[in-house]
């Protein structure tokens, strides 16, 4: 009789079967420093490793493991990516570029001379993906001052310099290119894959306000007309973004008349508890105090803030300022969600066209440009529509503790990961 660890490991399981699936095969075909590659790899292969092991380019280096450190910073079709949290799967057809593939950009060439003069370099562990990460700040802002450009750094960490040789080291360049621009020719080939900014920017903040303070501010600001939604999901309005600040757009559509969702979503403590992880602390009129407690990793957060509501009821159109710190880890973020209610279905369903735009500082601002973040924040919206539609069936929970509110980004983004997987075997998400 064989042991019965034995025994129970010969019998077929849905984990044997999910692991056989993730670890099979996956032929990828991609351009890596102009060079087409292709090759065979496991699904769970991040493209750190692959870059290292397979290809050799031993100049990206793994840190954290985490995407915390930034140390692994490569670009991918022009944007930086966390090359240690990047499935090597997920950037077929695209365009990877590492630190060696920089050895005929100008650009690049003026950064590193001004590291080397102003010091913005020791040990060398984080210098490829710092970088990287000073080569898209010069390209996107090159009006920078330093409060941007740190802003702009706080997602690569240095354990050495204490910043200040970095920030002088790009501070020279922006100069450098304001008194010797890079010749046109050359100026082509520094610019990112996508012609079009990531972000909109106008203008950068010297400092970051309290949340208090701005959120008592928030009630004398305006903003544009919010644009009509003819999709399930819309990009971006661009005269709507603000420098610094990440938009995301998407939409959910709840199965009952206009003026009974504009009536559910002026009813703060019934929103709230359609928020995944939100709780709230106090509210009066049109103004609530609240938190939010998230798991990323090896990252955890819990946000306390303020917030505003304004509505608008003749446009069906409202807007939610707010901003909150997290003791833990010291970041700051400010954000205003607006909603846009419309008529669908001759009137028998309502779509709700959601706009979150954020601003991060400080150990968690290395996560507000990632794709995965926008992946599962599109998720969250569409969760949040499902728990509306359950609030005005009658079918919802009982309102959760505190400790069952928080909310584990870790699960949710194994969900989109996994879609992710799904849809690279060619199945519907």
Known sequence: MLPRWIDAWRKPSANRRITRIVNAMSVIELTINDRAVRGEVEPRVHLGDFLRETQHLTGTHLG?????????????????????????????????????????DELMRRIRRSFSIHHGLQCGYCTPGMLITARDIVLRFPDADEAR????????????????????????????????????????????RHAAPREQVVSAPASFQTFEATTRDAANLTTAPAAAVTTARTEPAAETQRKGWTAIDDSFVVPFPLETVWAFMGDLPSVTACLPGAELLDHDGDSVKGKIAIKFGPMSANFAGAARLERDDAAHRAVMRGAGQDNISRSRANGDVTYFLSQEAGGSQTRVAVTLEYMLQGPLAQFSRSGLVKDFVRRMIADFGTRITAQLGGNAAPQASAEQTKFNVGSLVWRVIWGRIRRLFGKAD
């Open 149 to 192: 450009i740190r802003l702009e750094l706080s997602g690569n960490l240095c354990r050495c310099t204490g910043y200040m040789g970095i920030v002088a080291s790009i501070k020279a360049v922006l100069q450098d290119l304001k008194d010797n621009p890079i010749a046109a020719q050359d100026a082509c080939a520094a610019q990112p």
């Open 64 to 104: 954290c493991e985490h995407g915390v450190c930034g140390a692994c910073t490569v670009l991918v079709d022009g944007e930086p990516v966390r090359s240690c949290i990047t499935f090597a799967v997920a950037c077929e057809q695209q365009d990877v570029r590492t630190i060696e593939g920089f050895d005929n």
